[in-house]
């Protein structure tokens, strides 16, 4: 069936320095492709996502590519600060999202 | 208005209980979706519904039953659960569910716990 790979599954950084998650996914129908943040006990939050007919967005320190082709995208956080620690998740969409598996990111002040 | 809101925000049950669970947008979003979240995992989605009709179950045991009774109100009745139902219950809207993915947005979710 349709899967989302995610990783790293854990990412330690120093504050300020950039952080990169990779994720793949295996149906080529999907055209739509959200990053979520989860802090622990909290909702996921949308903090970017993408859509097939565009290769990279940004929005202040965070952005995501698209590779088509590859079916691959990232994101990619600039000047990490240590509220950026928590959960992300990537999701491939077409009807509905696959989620990857998460990545916990932390952020060492 | 973008916000999703569940109520219980926790629920203990027995195995033997019935409980129900409510979430509630305002958004005009005609898609509603169930997803339930085990610790240190994503979201899995349980069932989507379109205009107040059923969409999509993904093979989720009948003791789980959902409910869209208009199209701002989500409900999840829960009858003779197991404690491995515990987990954490979101909710989510989209504007629609067509052929192209709409963004999701969460609700806070119902932390349950079966004993």
């Known amino acids: 069936g349709e899967n989302v790979e995610q990783h790293p599954s854990t990412l330690s950084v120093q504050e300020g320095d950039s952080a990169v998650i990779k994720c793949t996914y295996s149906d080529s129908a999907s055209n739509y492709f959200p990053w979520y943040k989860q802090e622990l006990g909290k909702r996921p939050q949308l903090i970017i996502d993408?859509?097939?007919?565009?290769g990279e967005k940004k929005d202040q320190r965070i952005a995501v590519t698209l590779n088509k082709t590859a079916k691959h995208f990232s994101l990619h956080i600039t000047e990490t600060q240590p509220e950026d620690s928590a959960v992300y998740f990537c999701?491939?969409?077409?009807?509905?999202?696959?989620f990857g598996t998460g990545t916990r990111l932390k952020v060492l002040a | 208005d973008t916000e999703v809101t569940q109520t219980p925000k926790h629920l203990v049950m027995g195995m033997t209980n019935k409980k129900s669970l409510k979430c509630e947008q305002h958004m005009g979003h005609r898609a509603m979706y169930w997803y339930k979240q085990k610790a240190k995992k994503p979201p899995e989605l349980m069932f989507v519904?379109?205009?107040?009709?059923?969409?999509i179950n993904e093979s989720v045991p009948s003791r789980f039953s959902p409910e869209c009774p208009n199209s701002s109100l989500l409900n999840l009745h829960l009858h003779a659960l197991q404690p491995e139902d515990s987990a954490l219950y979101l909710c989510?809207?989209?504007?629609?569910?067509?052929?192209?993915?709409?963004?999701?947005?969460f609700g806070p979710g119902t932390r349950l716990t079966v004993l």
């Open positions: 993408i859509r097939s007919n565009v």
């Open positions: 999701a491939a969409g077409t009807y509905k999202y696959i």
């Open positions: 519904y379109s205009y107040e009709k059923l969409s």
């Open positions: 989510a809207s989209s504007q629609e569910l067509v052929y192209s993915t709409d963004t999701q947005y």
